[in-house]
């Protein structure tokens, strides 16, 4: 049901006109922070369009409202936006940029609002360019004309922070800094500003819960060569969090005092791409250096700690799917996708060292499964038909690690086109699991080999491939992905050794059915290939979960992949199968387990 918006919108209008005649107003997904994932008091975009998708950018004129997302995105966006919004395909042929619209369709000299604290400086700098060409000003409104129509918006989050404790970190908040500080030393500056909540929760060894599955918490932070300042409600810091963060010589100050403490700040500032267009505004432009955070890059690469925790909570996780899928295939319940998503975060939270999902579990059958970033809700889910497709996207934060692992089965009998098609993306999903690349590859060079075998029957998917994935942190992490070529960043970092990276690729038919098969992988050195000095690398496998071999046609498989899977099977069948013997399953459960990873 889309939500009714043409009295907020009319409220909307009216501020603009009485903040500066605003011809148009942005409303980004963003909080303070750029985070993909924001509290439910940063949702604003959701809240006045009734569009709750991750990614989107709401612009609001005098006569029209419009909606900016990707593909993972457009039947979602349509089901949940009323008459009074018109959605923007973004990244497809014909769909003009934000700026490049807003420069088209406003008379010169028209003003366009945003909020400087939910626009990177970035963004800022190139809508404010772009806008000027065409003879018209962008203005920043310090107090955000959302909020004021938003009556009921929720309390920010209170809950304390915690210790993200070594044995699971594998090195210290100390020994972090110090590296940092010569990062900065590197780029010729005297302090950062952090703004990413995963980087500085990676920093100082601390996690919280601000943001739904996403174990972070609000907060800035400024580094020096000498001195490291926390910006947190300290309220919410208790004694052991405040110990460690003295053993660090990190100062406490209040959250919004962020925006003077920059102001004092001397010499060249690091300031990463999500620093937000208001801190650096009160940064004379001059002493800014723009540019990757060097916490991204570092946390990228895992140590082998935390390595060594993602490959044990993948298999602790898998086992969990698996008794998941082997209820779902057996029960005689009549089930409903919630039903089917609340049962397999009752098998996850019985598993060591669970925390939390680390997002909302995608439980699609049939047609809902073509909605990439589906999420189910009583009352309007389809019950879950076993003579149709069934996708679960779901995933766990553990002490230990973080997962996402899609699967997509038949409890039936599938049809020849559903079995082509999974085949290939099956295909796909392999090839770019076998691939071997130099160290420093972008995973955008990789991209293709997940879509080959799709292309090659004229199918394709509207979504990346790949995403970084946290260490108890955030399930989507930069700066490595593997994205089509026309989404190549030049903040892409390569691909290194000890990187943890999705492979995802899928299809998907409007109305009919989705299909996606997700892993993790990490990035691993081959044992032979290229020189002693400098062996190229690959991936391999993390997740611990059998593939459905009911809708696997091996006739359309080569003998390298048809290889490449049951060795995948042997590896599932084997770990989970020993977790299983210690925790004392069941005899059909492990019988499952052997008949699902057998070889083809």
């Known amino acids: 049901?889309?939500?009714?918006?043409?009295?907020?919108?009319?409220?909307?209008?009216?501020?603009?006109?009485?903040?500066?005649?605003?011809?148009?107003?942005?409303?980004?997904?963003?909080?303070?922070?750029?985070?993909?994932?924001?509290?439910?008091?940063?949702?604003?975009?959701?809240?006045?369009?009734?569009?709750?998708?991750?990614?989107?950018?709401?612009?609001?004129?005098?006569?029209?409202?419009?909606?900016?997302?990707?593909?993972?995105?457009?039947?979602?966006?349509?089901?949940?936006?009323?008459?009074?919004?018109?959605?923007?395909?973004?990244?497809?042929?014909?769909?003009?940029?934000?700026?490049?619209?807003?420069?088209?369709?406003?008379?010169?000299?028209?003003?366009?609002?945003?909020?400087?604290?939910?626009?990177?400086?970035?963004?800022?700098?190139?809508?404010?360019?772009?806008?000027?060409?065409?003879?018209?000003?962008?203005?920043?409104?310090?107090?955000?004309?959302?909020?004021?129509?938003?009556?009921?918006?929720?309390?920010?989050?209170?809950?304390?922070?915690?210790?993200?404790?070594?044995?699971?970190?594998?090195?210290?908040?100390?020994?972090?800094?110090?590296?940092?500080?010569?990062?900065?030393?590197?780029?010729?500056?005297?302090?950062?500003?952090?703004?990413?909540?995963?980087?500085?929760?990676?920093?100082?060894?601390?996690?919280?819960?601000?943001?739904?599955?996403?174990?972070?918490?609000?907060?800035?932070?400024?580094?020096?060569?000498?001195?490291?300042?926390?910006f947190v409600d300290e309220a919410r810091v208790g004694e052991e969090v405040r110990s460690s963060l003295t053993e660090t010589s990190t100062k406490i100050q209040p959250y919004d005092a962020v925006y003077s403490s920059v102001k004092e700040l001397t010499d060249r500032v690091f300031l990463p791409l999500s620093t937000n267009a208001a801190i650096a505004q009160a940064i004379p432009a001059e002493q800014w250096c723009v540019g990757m955070s060097p916490v991204q890059e570092l946390k990228a690469i895992k140590n082998e700690v935390e390595l060594q925790g993602m490959r044990d909570c993948h298999v602790r996780d898998g086992a969990a799917l698996c008794e998941y899928l082997h209820w779902l295939e057996t029960t005689d319940k009549e089930l409903d996708e919630v039903d089917g998503a609340d049962q397999a975060e009752l098998f996850r939270s019985k598993q060591d060292l669970y925390v939390s999902l680390s997002f909302d579990t995608i439980s699609s059958s049939g047609p809902n499964g073509a909605v990439i970033h589906y999420k189910p809700e009583k009352g309007t889910c389809r019950k879950i038909d076993k003579s149709m497709v069934y996708l679960c996207d779901s995933g766990a934060q553990y002490k230990d690690g973080t997962t996402d692992v899609t699967r997509t089965v038949h409890m039936g009998t599938p049809t020849q086109q559903q079995r082509m098609c999974f085949t290939r993306v099956l295909q796909g999903h392999i090839d770019l699991a076998m691939a071997v690349f130099p160290a420093g590859t972008k995973g955008t060079c990789l991209d293709c080999l997940a879509r080959r075998p799709l292309w090659n029957c004229g199918l394709n998917y509207q979504h990346g491939t790949g995403h970084g994935v946290g260490s108890f942190l955030n399930v989507h992490e930069g700066p490595c992905r593997i994205a089509a070529g026309n989404r190549m960043s030049k903040y892409e970092m390569g691909l290194q050794k000890g990187m943890i990276l999705s492979d995802e690729p899928g299809y998907y038919e409007a109305g009919e059915f989705g299909i996606r098969i997700e892993s993790l992988v990490e990035v691993v050195e081959t044992e032979d290939i290229g020189p002693p000095d400098g062996r190229f690398l690959t991936f391999r496998p993390v997740t611990m979960a059998p593939i459905d071999l009911r809708l696997v046609d091996r006739e359309l498989m080569s003998g390298d992949q048809v290889a490449w899977l049951n060795g995948y099977h042997a590896t599932v069948r084997e770990k989970v199968m020993a977790l299983w013997e210690k925790q004392g399953k069941s005899e059909d459960l492990k019988k499952w387990l052997v008949n699902q990873t057998r070889e083809i």
């Not at 500066?20 to 994932?37: F, K, T």
């Not at 936006?81 to 010169?108: C, I, Q, R, V």
């Not at 110090?178 to 500003?193: G, M």
């Open 1 to 230: 049901m889309a939500k009714k918006t043409g009295e907020l919108l009319l409220k909307l209008r009216g501020l603009m006109t009485q903040n500066g005649q605003l011809a148009a107003y942005i409303v980004p997904s963003d909080d303070p922070h750029m985070s993909e994932y924001v509290s439910s008091n940063f949702c604003r975009r959701a809240f006045i369009s009734g569009f709750t998708g991750s990614a989107g950018t709401a612009v609001v004129l005098q006569d029209k409202a419009l909606m900016w997302t990707d593909g993972r995105y457009f039947l979602q966006a349509e089901k949940q936006m009323d008459e009074n919004w018109s959605l923007m395909k973004a990244f497809m042929p014909g769909t003009p940029s934000k700026e490049e619209y807003l420069s088209s369709n406003l008379e010169k000299s028209s003003k366009v609002g945003i909020d400087p604290k939910t626009c990177s400086v970035q963004l800022f700098k190139t809508l404010n360019k772009q806008l000027r060409s065409a003879g018209m000003e962008l203005v920043p409104v310090a107090d955000n004309l959302i909020d004021k129509v938003w009556d009921d918006a929720p309390a920010p989050p209170s809950a304390p922070v915690f210790i993200h404790d070594i044995k699971y970190a594998g090195e210290s908040a100390s020994s972090k800094l110090e590296t940092l500080r010569k990062k900065i030393k590197e780029k010729q500056c005297s302090a950062i500003v952090l703004s990413a909540l995963d980087d500085i929760a990676w920093l100082y060894n601390l996690r919280g819960s601000d943001v739904n599955y996403n174990p972070v918490f609000y907060s800035f932070a400024i580094i020096t060569p000498d001195s490291s300042t926390l």
